[in-house]
């Protein structure tokens, strides 16, 4: 049995509102067992047979579609992977002490040479990008609503898909559902 974590994209923001309990409920009717939701923000650990994370995102997306009426572009990692994106280090202890926010967008799949000049290429002075594997890390020397930087602005610059989230909620996830 595989242990996952789903990043879900459009969960509870926008007007599409989802109760944790049915969210857990749709990941059943799936074929997923053990569902289970943290913080209501689209985060759902579960476990499966399957080995096979792009054909379980894909799965997920089209069951999600299905039952909720919009798209929801869903982001799969293992929980060794989470427990790795937890512990990796992308930037120096200084920055990391001192800014104003951390986080991680996840990937469907790595970044292109282009999309990773791209990438340099939105970095401020107060906006910094470190891209390993499928994730991204920002680190916001401020507080993120003084940045001008966006999930949006990402998607539109890189032309693709990616749900953001807060380093302290990748520590707590990897804390509360460790590998087995």
């Known amino acids: 049995m595989h242990q996952y974590i ?7 923001v926008g007007g599409h509102n989802v109760k944790m309990a049915a969210l ?12 289970q939701t943290f913080i209501a923000s689209g985060n759902v650990w579960f476990t499966s ?3 096979d994370t792009r054909k379980l995102q894909q799965q997920l997306e089209e069951h999600l579609a299905d039952a909720l009426g919009y798209t929801v572009k869903t982001f799969i990692r293992s929980s060794a992977e989470v427990a790795a994106i937890a512990a990796y280090q992308p930037f ?4 990391l002490q001192t800014a104003g926010a951390l986080n991680i967008a996840f990937l469907q799949s790595p970044l292109d040479v282009q999309a990773q000049r791209t990438l340099k290429q939105l970095e401020t002075d107060i906006d910094r990008f470190h891209y390993h594997q499928r994730e991204v890390y920002w680190l916001c020397a401020v507080k993120q609503s003084q940045s001008k930087f ?6 539109k610059a890189l032309n693709l898909c990616a749900t953001f989230r807060g ?3 990748i520590r707590r996830l990897s804390a509360k559902y460790p590998v087995a």
Not at 24 to 35: H, K, N, P, S, Y
Not at 150 to 155: C, P, R, W
Request: hydrophobic share 40%; net charge negative; no cysteine.
């Open 49 to 51: 047979n399957d080995s």
């Open 6 to 12: 789903a990043f879900l994209r459009a969960i509870n």
């Open 24 to 35: 857990r409920e749709l990941f059943i009717q799936a074929g997923l067992t053990d569902a």
């Open 92 to 95: 120096d202890q200084e920055s």
């Open 167 to 169: 380093m302290n909620t």
């Open 150 to 155: 966006s999930n949006s602005i990402f998607e």
